[in-house]
């Protein structure tokens, strides 16, 4: 099992801007540093790491989401999370605009797994242009569906794609209230 990072060691080595939702490396000191020989004290290691990173920002853009090593990976806005409550996330993360390189503390809030896939954009694979609907071929009718819970839930089969839409907005509203997305 990995060891979580906790606030306390987080504080020490980074800051995170609540309003920018930008985290900054802070200056370390040589007492977070290993000797390595002669040529590497720990001064010198200090001083070069302090010169390259301290103040500048941190993470890189991974699978279109901001990570931040610190001894393994951590996203962002988990760092966030932890940074702002002191608690490890117990649930996913949403960013509320579904915008994932925004940070912001006021755009993420604690999310089970089917509110944040509520909160998500229309499927690229999805042809009815509705979302949660879809052209039955069999039958030949819209039907409406809905995932809730790991399970899909089907809402009926109707004459126009608008109609099975307008179940899957009643059903999303049900389901994810704040979290419902509907395009």
């Known amino acids: 099992m990995?060891?979580?990072i906790t606030q306390?060691?987080?504080?020490k080595i980074l800051h995170y801007n609540p309003k920018t939702g930008v985290f900054t490396w802070l200056e370390r000191t040589p007492n977070m540093f290993v000797d390595e020989g002669v040529y590497h004290t720990k001064f010198q290691q200090c001083n070069w790491w302090n010169s390259r990173y301290a103040g500048k920002q941190a993470g890189?853009?991974?699978?279109?989401?901001?990570?931040?090593?610190?001894?393994?990976?951590?996203?962002a806005h988990i760092l966030a999370y932890i940074y702002?409550?002191?608690k490890q996330p117990n649930r996913d993360i949403d960013h509320?605009?579904?915008?994932?390189?925004d940070n912001r503390w006021i755009n993420l809030r604690l999310a089970t797994e089917s509110q944040n896939i509520a909160n998500s954009k229309i499927s690229t694979t999805n042809t009815s242009?509705?979302?949660?609907?879809?052209w039955h071929k069999r039958i030949k009718k819209w039907q409406a569906r809905i995932g809730f819970n790991k399970k899909r839930i089907h809402l009926g089969f109707f004459n126009t794609a608008k109609?099975?839409?307008?179940?899957?907005?009643?059903?999303?509203?049900?389901?994810?209230?704040?979290?419902?997305?509907?395009?």
């Open 2 to 4: 990995v060891k979580k």
């Open 8 to 11: 306390k060691q987080l504080k």
């Open 60 to 75: 890189h853009l991974n699978k279109g989401y901001i990570r931040i090593k610190i001894k393994e990976n951590y996203y």
């Open 84 to 86: 702002m409550t002191g």
């Open 96 to 101: 509320k605009n579904r915008k994932p390189l």
């Open 129 to 134: 242009g509705f979302k949660g609907v879809s």
């Open 163 to 183: 109609e099975a839409y307008k179940a899957y907005c009643v059903a999303a509203k049900k389901y994810f209230g704040e979290f419902a997305r509907f395009a």
